[in-house]
Nanobody, 127 residues
Framework: QVQLVESGGGLVQAGGSLRLSCTAS????????MGWFRQAPGKEREFVAA????????YYGDSVKGRFTISRDNAKNTVYLQMNSLKPEDTAVYYC????????????????????WGQGTQVTVSS
C-alpha cells in the first residue's frame, strides 16, 4: 500500500522560507513521478510543482515560479519543496501526490494525473 507523509509545514513571516518533505513507502519510490499541490480555504486545489521519476524534469505553477524548487532524493524515498520568498497568499494546506503508473515521459500537472495523496501539511504565512 502506497503511503505519503508530508512534513515541514508551519508558521512563517512573509519573505521567509520553509522546506516541505514528503516521504513515500510501499513501493519503489524512484520509479514514479511526484507532485505538490495546495489548497487554501474556500479555493480549489492548485498545482504547485512536479518532478519526473528521474528528477531531470520539473514544472511549476505560475504563482510559485522562481520562488519554489522541487527536488527528490530517491535514496531517501523523499521529495522536497523548498519555498522561498513566501507570501501571505501561499497560505494553504500542501499535499504531495504520486501516480499509480511508473515512469512516464512528461511532468504531470493536473490533480487528475495523480492517484495517491498524502494527508497534507499546513503552511501559514503571516504579513
Amino acid at each position: 500500500q502506497v503511503q505519503l507523509v508530508e512534513s515541514g509545514g508551519g508558521l512563517v513571516q512573509a519573505g521567509g522560507s520553509l522546506r516541505l518533505s514528503c516521504t513515500a513507502s510501499g513501493r519503489t519510490f524512484s520509479m514514479y513521478p511526484m507532485g505538490w499541490f495546495r489548497q487554501a480555504p474556500g479555493k480549489e486545489r492548485e498545482f504547485v510543482a512536479a518532478i519526473s521519476w528521474r528528477g531531470g524534469s520539473t514544472y511549476y505553477g505560475d504563482s510559485v515560479k522562481g520562488r519554489f524548487t522541487i527536488s527528490r532524493d530517491n535514496a531517501k524515498n523523499t521529495v522536497y519543496l523548498q519555498m522561498n520568498s513566501l507570501k501571505p497568499e501561499d497560505t494553504a494546506v500542501y499535499y504531495c501526490a504520486t501516480r499509480r503508473s511508473p515512469y512516464g515521459g512528461v511532468v504531470y500537472r493536473g490533480d487528475y494525473d495523480y492517484d495517491y495523496w498524502g494527508q497534507g501539511t499546513q503552511v501559514t504565512v503571516s504579513s
